[in-house]
């Protein structure tokens, strides 16, 4: 009982906040402002509470396991949600439905929450559906917008179709070993073609949420479509869930596969950077940009997924932390500028540091991070993920990765061309935030700069692996 | 021993300046900025001075060789027991001499810009640039560990991307520094893959370590980074190519030189600093750090440093020949120089009297800084007064600006190879160690030094002489103490730097090399130099009709230099033709037929939601499927029956 306590913490906390959701959504209610107020103090004291008191163990006859790194990834997430209660403040206040909006988002971290901590397959199954059906509501939540309805439906449309898919995988599996459970399926395996048609299948599903190229197409409509702060819980807090799982599903559950994953990896990566960056390079609508940009991104973290597991894990735990600050920070200007004045077109941007000297330089900041230029915290990412994947020795992969990167940083130097040289009659008017959008702002700015210089935080990553 | 609090300084004192003018500039300091940033940076040369003065006269020598001191290491992330990055300095000869390279041209540029840059709107920026550029490269040249120096290298490569943008109202100038940063990010690739290959095969990243586990045969990593082989060179082999693109990014090697000559669409203080005298340099003073594992582990490498460097000292001379554009053509004769010093490293072999061509390199990276330097400066000077880049509007400034005139001569005269100049006793020994070790390019390096007395002095004719009386009536003043003094300073060290036996100070394995002058071998260069000295003067004294007959009559040879040989067009094919039209086409196709297509079909004309509905279920979504599903079969289908 008491190891059911301290073993399940974050998922028990969370369940709390959101029951308390529910009864504050009963009962009277309260003002949107204090009841952001609220979620934002108890998401943090979450967050702070993930470092004390965790040991490792397991529950249910091992259907639930935690460790310390189990724990950081859980706490890397839960950050990120943090870190979206502050950034679209503004949206959240005025939001007629908020505390269904929460309630959906932190559904969702629960489920994600389960999933990261999942010892066997039907219990993986059912979190990641958890974690994925809330989103597709919460992407329907622009409500007056038909293209928000749009792309919920194509989301909730497709993730039926690859849950379908990955539930036959999930049955070939047990089929082929006789059970679900994840210590004991690497023993079964022995590579044979049923083993690896169902590994194809069920790897298919996780390809399909990580919008890894072939199954990607679903990616840019949702994102567009979306309100910001879905789109960003769904290219952040999503992604970053399902690649921690894929971490120790290849590493442990799929171990005796591992020739077979390698060269899988090498094909979907090179394939996801390099579509994703053309496909970026020609977009004007910013949302889609970023899109587009994050596809490549997922790129790049499977060149990391594909080393050796220890630098693979730390490298993939550490870029996704700064992925949570990079992005998130991108998307928060983005949204910031969209909400009031529409602008979502990159020429909209022309001269925007001559009236919002701010948002332009955090946005710049973003997105040299993204584009993992040295000595922003992105550039770390990048150098450990491609370390990760030279551990292996293939260097023609890892040129091609890093050639990605180049082409990457043409289309984000387009972007911080645009703000800061282009001239411009009307530059987009001088927008106010909200004070704690521009602190999150401000903690993401000293994040992205910071993290890669403070060694220790990789360290500490890595002593946890 | 070296004092590492005094070092330190010497490097975060131009970083203090960044900081504090980058954010208190424009609110507080004003027009102060120059005089404060300037003052930082004196101290700062006093300290490298001092330091330099140590190392080489009290403390550096042991037992008649020079020490690799490692006087501050900090560990920064440790990967393993062996693999680390540290953050550290090495004060070893290579490093002490650009310490003070450094600090003195970026304070003479300093000191010009004052006066060069005074009614700028932005000028507390500029100092601050000026500052971020100082420090990253001071950074760079001390660096002890190979990651650090990539650390700095790439903030190098951003300090000189902002300050050519500088004037970002320029749209050539936009247009150039993304152009520069672009192409130069592409050779650090090749860069940072050398490093992963280097650091696997010797299993660490600090350059001591490094260096001594790649040069002694008896180590394992040495026997394995020979023995592993890639189409048909070592590991090894190749991880030192692939650190010499990165090096040939950075300073402007054919084919990767394209950057250069449009990143004279900054300031001409900065071309000055960071495109003659010290970032571009980079390339050569990073082949040198590693020179013992070029020399004794990979001689093809070394082989390729050697043809690349004279190819591309040839190339430049060629077309500085014809150019215009008076900052070009320095920036091709910066380019064609540091050819000179990476052939004169590719020559040289290691040790001893057969390190000739190292310490010849050391030498004239050195001399080069000042005498070009000077020119910069001294173009910078000229330009500030006609208010053009443009030969044609120059001629007859010998009487209007004394000093520049003069002193932009002595600059001439040094890169000419004009005996007893800095630069003749520098390329001497370039000419000496490749005559001894390759004839084949010591005929390049000696036709390239006859045509660069030839360009050289066209350019000094042109601007000076040409015509007996420039037509600018309003006549301003060549420009006050702060831009004569550094011209002056800089002639002073132009003619007199060659003196020094550099050998004794800076050789490939720290002992004392000794470097004789030979009459006898120095007749040929002296003489063609001076030929290339008499041409110009027949040609451009005065104002007549040779030049034009000369260029008809090499018709196509001579349009295609002027139009650098078309390598700008060539990476336009390749980039819009082959790769936009081959790959990029195809891919907008398909977005803008099948999926933007599709999402027009599915936006367009529908009123009510259920029609939506089915358009969906008809069309987009089914689609999304069929990918879904062809995406998961044919992987399955590949892994099952080919690549089993």
């Given at each position: 009982m008491n190891d059911f306590l301290t073993l399940m913490k974050p998922e028990l906390v969370l369940t709390g906040i959101i029951f308390l959701l529910l009864f504050i959504k009963i009962g009277k209610g309260i003002s949107n402002e204090h009841l952001l107020l609220l979620l934002q103090v108890l998401l943090l004291l979450n967050f702070l509470a993930g470092f004390f008191y965790n040991k490792p163990g397991s529950l249910f006859d091992g259907m639930y396991l935690t460790t310390g790194l189990i724990v950081l990834q859980k706490n890397i997430l839960n950050l990120a949600v943090y870190l979206i209660s502050l950034l679209f403040a503004n949206w959240f206040k005025r939001l007629q439905h908020m505390p269904e909006f929460f309630m959906l988002m932190l559904c969702a971290l629960l489920g994600m929450f389960f999933l990261i901590s999942s010892g066997n397959l039907l219990m993986f199954f059912l979190s990641l559906e958890l974690a994925t059906i809330p989103v597709a509501a919460m992407a329907n939540f622009d409500l007056d917008k038909k293209r928000s309805s749009e792309g919920a439906m194509k989301m909730i449309l497709s993730s039926a179709f690859s849950s379908g898919i990955m539930l036959f995988g999930i049955s070939l599996i047990y089929g082929a070993t006789g059970t679900i459970n994840f210590t004991e399926i690497p023993l079964q395996l022995h590579g044979s073609t049923l083993e690896v048609l169902a590994f194809i299948f069920f790897f298919a599903a996780f390809a399909f949420k990580l919008s890894i190229v072939p199954f990607h197409l679903w990616t840019a409509d949702v994102y567009e479509g979306s309100p910001m702060a879905a789109t960003s819980f769904l290219s952040v807090v999503s992604k970053g869930a399902v690649a921690f799982i894929f971490l120790s599903v290849l590493y442990k559950v799929f171990l005796p596969l591992q020739v077979l994953w390698y060269n899988l990896l090498v094909i979907v990566s090179v394939a996801t950077m390099v579509i994703g960056n053309l496909f970026a390079l020609r977009q004007q609508n910013i949302k889609r940009f970023l899109a587009f940009s994050s596809i490549a991104q997922v790129g790049f973290i499977l060149v990391g997924i594909s080393g050796s597991s220890m630098q693979g894990t730390s490298s993939v735990v550490f870029f996704i932390l700064v992925y949570v600050f990079s992005n998130l920070a991108a998307f928060a200007v983005a949204d910031a500028i969209a909400t009031k004045t529409d602008a979502e077109e990159?020429?909209?941007?022309?001269?925007?540091n001559k009236t919002n000297p701010f948002l332009s330089w955090v946005l710049a900041l973003a997105l040299f991070s993204l584009a993992g230029?040295?000595?922003?915290?992105g550039f770390f990412g990048k150098l450990f993920l491609l370390t990760a994947g030279a551990s292996k020795g293939s260097y023609l992969f890892i040129i091609i990765a890093a050639l990605n990167m180049i082409i990457s940083l043409y289309y984000y130097l387009r972007v911080i061309r645009a703000v800061f040289m282009e001239k411009n009659e009307n530059p987009i008017e001088k927008i106010t935030i909200e004070p704690s959008t521009k602190l999150a702002l401000i903690f993401c700015s000293a994040g992205i700069v910071l993290i890669g210089l403070l060694s220790w935080i990789y360290d500490y990553i890595q002593s946890l692996v | 021993m070296p004092n590492t609090t005094l070092i330190l300084l010497i490097i975060l004192l131009p970083l203090a300046g960044f900081v504090m003018l980058g954010i208190f500039g424009r609110k507080y300091f004003g027009n102060t900025s120059g005089v404060i940033a300037t003052s930082l940076l004196l101290l700062s040369t006093a300290l490298a001075f001092y330091t330099a003065y140590g190392y080489f006269f009290k403390y550096g020598k042991v037992d008649g060789m020079y020490q690799k001191l490692v006087p501050f290491k900090y560990t920064w992330l440790q990967f393993s027991p062996g693999l680390s990055i540290d953050m550290g300095i090495i004060i070893d000869p290579v490093s002490v001499m650009m310490l003070v390279v450094v600090t003195f041209v970026s304070l003479m540029v300093h000191v010009f810009s004052l006066g060069y840059m005074k009614s700028d709107e932005r000028f507390p920026t500029y100092y601050a640039f000026l500052g971020l550029f100082t420090f990253s490269m001071l950074g760079l040249v001390v660096s002890s560990n190979i990651f650090q120096i990539y650390f700095f290298w790439e903030l190098v490569g951003v300090s000189s991307f902002l300050l050519i943008g500088y004037h970002y109202d320029k749209p050539s100038a936009v247009a150039a520094c993304k152009k520069a940063f672009i192409v130069t990010r592409f050779a650090d690739v090749g860069f940072l893959i050398g490093i992963l290959v280097l650091s696997y095969s010797?299993?660490?990243?600090?350059f001591n370590t490094l260096i001594a586990n790649l040069t002694s045969p008896q180590t394992n990593e040495y026997k394995n980074a020979i023995a592993a082989s890639f189409l048909g060179m070592s590991a090894l082999t190749w991880g030192l190519i692939l650190v010499f693109i990165g090096a040939a990014g950075k300073s402007a090697?054919?084919?990767?030189?394209?950057?250069l000559p449009d990143a004279m669409e900054g300031p001409t203080p900065v071309s000055a600093l960071i495109h003659a005298a010290t970032m571009v340099v980079a390339g050569v003073f990073l082949v040198a750090r590693l020179f013992p594992v070029y020399a004794i582990a990979a001689p093809s490498a070394l082989n390729l440093v050697a043809y690349v460097g004279a190819f591309s000292a040839l190339f430049a001379a060629v077309i500085a020949c014809t150019q215009t554009d008076i900052k070009r053509v320095l920036a091709y004769s910066t380019m064609s120089q540091i050819g000179y010093m990476m052939f004169a490293l590719g020559v040289s072999k290691y040790?001893?009297?057969?390190g000739l061509g190292y310490t010849a390199s050391m030498f004239h990276l050195f001399t080069h800084a000042m005498f070009k330097a000077l020119l910069f400066l001294g173009a910078g000077a000229v330009i500030h007064f006609v208010h053009s880049n443009e030969m044609k509007d120059m001629g007859g400034l010998r009487k209007l600006m004394p000093i520049t005139h003069l002193t932009f001569l002595i600059g001439c005269l040094a890169i000419a190879g004009v005996p007893p100049f800095a630069g003749f006793f520098s390329k001497e020994e370039i000419l000496l160690a490749a005559y001894q070790h390759n004839q084949g390019i010591y005929w390049i390096a000696l036709i390239t030094s006859a045509l660069t007395a030839f360009y050289m002095f066209r350019l000094y004719f042109k601007i000076?002489?040409?015509?007996?009386?420039?037509?600018?009536?309003?006549h301003h003043g060549e420009g006050g103490f702060s831009m004569m003094m550094p011209l002056v300073l800089l002639a002073i060290g132009a003619a007199v730097a060659g003196f020094i036996p550099f050998g004794h100070f800076v050789s490939s394995d720290g002992t004392r090399l000794n470097t004789g002058f030979h009459l006898q071998f120095s007749i040929a260069p002296v003489a063609l130099g001076l030929a290339g000295i008499f041409i110009a003067m027949w040609m451009y004294k005065k104002q007549n009709a040779i030049p034009g007959k000369v260029a008809a009559s090499l018709n196509g040879f001579y349009k295609a230099a002027y139009h650098k040989f078309y390598i700008d067009e060539v990476y336009h094919f390749i980039t819009k033709k082959i790769i936009f039209n081959l790959i990029g086409r195809p891919a907008a196709w398909f977005d803008k037929y099948i999926v933007d297509g599709l999402v027009n079909a599915t936006g367009n004309g529908t009123e009510d939601f259920s029609a939506t509905i089915k358009k969906f279920q008809s069309g987009k979504v089914q689609s999304y499927a069929i990918y879904f599903l062809a995406g998961a079969i044919g992987l399955a289908l590949l892994f099952i029956y080919i690549w089993k």
């Amino acid at each position: 009982m008491n190891d059911f306590l301290t073993l399940m913490k974050p998922e028990l906390v969370l369940t709390g906040i959101i029951f308390l959701l529910l009864f504050i959504k009963i009962g009277k209610g309260i003002s949107n402002e204090h009841l952001l107020l609220l979620l934002q103090v108890l998401l943090l004291l979450n967050f702070l509470a993930g470092f004390f008191y965790n040991k490792p163990g397991s529950l249910f006859d091992g259907m639930y396991l935690t460790t310390g790194l189990i724990v950081l990834q859980k706490n890397i997430l839960n950050l990120a949600v943090y870190l979206i209660s502050l950034l679209f403040a503004n949206w959240f206040k005025r939001l007629q439905h908020m505390p269904e909006f929460f309630m959906l988002m932190l559904c969702a971290l629960l489920g994600m929450f389960f999933l990261i901590s999942s010892g066997n397959l039907l219990m993986f199954f059912l979190s990641l559906e958890l974690a994925t059906i809330p989103v597709a509501a919460m992407a329907n939540f622009d409500l007056d917008k038909k293209r928000s309805s749009e792309g919920a439906m194509k989301m909730i449309l497709s993730s039926a179709f690859s849950s379908g898919i990955m539930l036959f995988g999930i049955s070939l599996i047990y089929g082929a070993t006789g059970t679900i459970n994840f210590t004991e399926i690497p023993l079964q395996l022995h590579g044979s073609t049923l083993e690896v048609l169902a590994f194809i299948f069920f790897f298919a599903a996780f390809a399909f949420k990580l919008s890894i190229v072939p199954f990607h197409l679903w990616t840019a409509d949702v994102y567009e479509g979306s309100p910001m702060a879905a789109t960003s819980f769904l290219s952040v807090v999503s992604k970053g869930a399902v690649a921690f799982i894929f971490l120790s599903v290849l590493y442990k559950v799929f171990l005796p596969l591992q020739v077979l994953w390698y060269n899988l990896l090498v094909i979907v990566s090179v394939a996801t950077m390099v579509i994703g960056n053309l496909f970026a390079l020609r977009q004007q609508n910013i949302k889609r940009f970023l899109a587009f940009s994050s596809i490549a991104q997922v790129g790049f973290i499977l060149v990391g997924i594909s080393g050796s597991s220890m630098q693979g894990t730390s490298s993939v735990v550490f870029f996704i932390l700064v992925y949570v600050f990079s992005n998130l920070a991108a998307f928060a200007v983005a949204d910031a500028i969209a909400t009031k004045t529409d602008a979502e077109e990159i020429d909209d941007y022309r001269g925007m540091n001559k009236t919002n000297p701010f948002l332009s330089w955090v946005l710049a900041l973003a997105l040299f991070s993204l584009a993992g230029i040295p000595p922003t915290a992105g550039f770390f990412g990048k150098l450990f993920l491609l370390t990760a994947g030279a551990s292996k020795g293939s260097y023609l992969f890892i040129i091609i990765a890093a050639l990605n990167m180049i082409i990457s940083l043409y289309y984000y130097l387009r972007v911080i061309r645009a703000v800061f040289m282009e001239k411009n009659e009307n530059p987009i008017e001088k927008i106010t935030i909200e004070p704690s959008t521009k602190l999150a702002l401000i903690f993401c700015s000293a994040g992205i700069v910071l993290i890669g210089l403070l060694s220790w935080i990789y360290d500490y990553i890595q002593s946890l692996v | 021993m070296p004092n590492t609090t005094l070092i330190l300084l010497i490097i975060l004192l131009p970083l203090a300046g960044f900081v504090m003018l980058g954010i208190f500039g424009r609110k507080y300091f004003g027009n102060t900025s120059g005089v404060i940033a300037t003052s930082l940076l004196l101290l700062s040369t006093a300290l490298a001075f001092y330091t330099a003065y140590g190392y080489f006269f009290k403390y550096g020598k042991v037992d008649g060789m020079y020490q690799k001191l490692v006087p501050f290491k900090y560990t920064w992330l440790q990967f393993s027991p062996g693999l680390s990055i540290d953050m550290g300095i090495i004060i070893d000869p290579v490093s002490v001499m650009m310490l003070v390279v450094v600090t003195f041209v970026s304070l003479m540029v300093h000191v010009f810009s004052l006066g060069y840059m005074k009614s700028d709107e932005r000028f507390p920026t500029y100092y601050a640039f000026l500052g971020l550029f100082t420090f990253s490269m001071l950074g760079l040249v001390v660096s002890s560990n190979i990651f650090q120096i990539y650390f700095f290298w790439e903030l190098v490569g951003v300090s000189s991307f902002l300050l050519i943008g500088y004037h970002y109202d320029k749209p050539s100038a936009v247009a150039a520094c993304k152009k520069a940063f672009i192409v130069t990010r592409f050779a650090d690739v090749g860069f940072l893959i050398g490093i992963l290959v280097l650091s696997y095969s010797s299993g660490t990243l600090d350059f001591n370590t490094l260096i001594a586990n790649l040069t002694s045969p008896q180590t394992n990593e040495y026997k394995n980074a020979i023995a592993a082989s890639f189409l048909g060179m070592s590991a090894l082999t190749w991880g030192l190519i692939l650190v010499f693109i990165g090096a040939a990014g950075k300073s402007a090697m054919f084919p990767l030189h394209i950057w250069l000559p449009d990143a004279m669409e900054g300031p001409t203080p900065v071309s000055a600093l960071i495109h003659a005298a010290t970032m571009v340099v980079a390339g050569v003073f990073l082949v040198a750090r590693l020179f013992p594992v070029y020399a004794i582990a990979a001689p093809s490498a070394l082989n390729l440093v050697a043809y690349v460097g004279a190819f591309s000292a040839l190339f430049a001379a060629v077309i500085a020949c014809t150019q215009t554009d008076i900052k070009r053509v320095l920036a091709y004769s910066t380019m064609s120089q540091i050819g000179y010093m990476m052939f004169a490293l590719g020559v040289s072999k290691y040790g001893g009297e057969n390190g000739l061509g190292y310490t010849a390199s050391m030498f004239h990276l050195f001399t080069h800084a000042m005498f070009k330097a000077l020119l910069f400066l001294g173009a910078g000077a000229v330009i500030h007064f006609v208010h053009s880049n443009e030969m044609k509007d120059m001629g007859g400034l010998r009487k209007l600006m004394p000093i520049t005139h003069l002193t932009f001569l002595i600059g001439c005269l040094a890169i000419a190879g004009v005996p007893p100049f800095a630069g003749f006793f520098s390329k001497e020994e370039i000419l000496l160690a490749a005559y001894q070790h390759n004839q084949g390019i010591y005929w390049i390096a000696l036709i390239t030094s006859a045509l660069t007395a030839f360009y050289m002095f066209r350019l000094y004719f042109k601007i000076f002489w040409n015509r007996e009386h420039h037509p600018l009536h309003e006549h301003h003043g060549e420009g006050g103490f702060s831009m004569m003094m550094p011209l002056v300073l800089l002639a002073i060290g132009a003619a007199v730097a060659g003196f020094i036996p550099f050998g004794h100070f800076v050789s490939s394995d720290g002992t004392r090399l000794n470097t004789g002058f030979h009459l006898q071998f120095s007749i040929a260069p002296v003489a063609l130099g001076l030929a290339g000295i008499f041409i110009a003067m027949w040609m451009y004294k005065k104002q007549n009709a040779i030049p034009g007959k000369v260029a008809a009559s090499l018709n196509g040879f001579y349009k295609a230099a002027y139009h650098k040989f078309y390598i700008d067009e060539v990476y336009h094919f390749i980039t819009k033709k082959i790769i936009f039209n081959l790959i990029g086409r195809p891919a907008a196709w398909f977005d803008k037929y099948i999926v933007d297509g599709l999402v027009n079909a599915t936006g367009n004309g529908t009123e009510d939601f259920s029609a939506t509905i089915k358009k969906f279920q008809s069309g987009k979504v089914q689609s999304y499927a069929i990918y879904f599903l062809a995406g998961a079969i044919g992987l399955a289908l590949l892994f099952i029956y080919i690549w089993k």
